[in-house]
């Protein structure tokens, strides 16, 4: 939001015709406020304040969403933990042991209910393609949006688990 407000702020200066235009007596601030809130009431953009992101394409959000609700994921269990327990783990720690994973990602595509570890080895590839955001701002990202919600226990690895609203069929739907 702030590379977003000194943009703005650098437009409104830098032309005249762009200030008279705005005429409201407020500030550049004032005005990117509001803009920004008509854009997300209209579905334009999506705004995570706390991270203070505006993202400009909500497509790329839903595309976020994908990874953690692809209804394939619940053929696919056995081969996810598998990945899971050889890859390279979170940040700071070694990936789960192989019946860890698979216990993990058994309760996510049997009740919902997903680890913070699961979720960061879910979305690595959309934070790799997100210029500059972690799994962990990801999930915080969707957990501000309510499509998770904190559960009130841990993991068997320890971390934090969140409970995704997302049935996951065997079929397509």
């Not at 979305?123 to 997100?130: C, D, F, I, M, P």
Request: net charge negative; with cysteine.
């Amino acid at each position: 939001m702030a590379d977003l407000l000194s943009e703005w702020t650098g437009t409104v200066e830098g032309s005249e015709k762009v200030r008279d235009s705005l005429s409201t007596g407020k500030d550049p601030k004032g005005v990117l406020e509001d803009a920004v809130l008509l854009l997300e009431g209209e579905g334009v953009v999506v705004v995570n304040r706390r991270m203070e992101l505006v993202h400009v394409n909500p497509a790329w959000l839903v595309d976020v969403v994908k990874k953690i609700s692809d209804h394939e994921l619940r053929l696919q269990a056995k081969e996810v933990a598998s990945k899971w327990s050889k890859g390279s783990g979170t940040p700071g720690s070694a990936p789960p042991r192989a019946g860890a994973a698979q216990e993990m990602t058994q309760d996510f595509v049997d009740y919902g209910l997903a680890s913070r570890s699961l979720l960061h080895f879910l979305l690595r590839e959309a934070a790799a393609e997100s210029g500059g955001l972690t799994e962990d701002h990801l999930v915080d990202m969707l957990a501000e949006k309510r499509l998770l919600f904190a559960a009130q226990r841990k993991a068997i690895d320890g971390s934090d688990c969140f409970v995704v609203p997302v049935r996951l069929p065997s079929a397509k739907p």
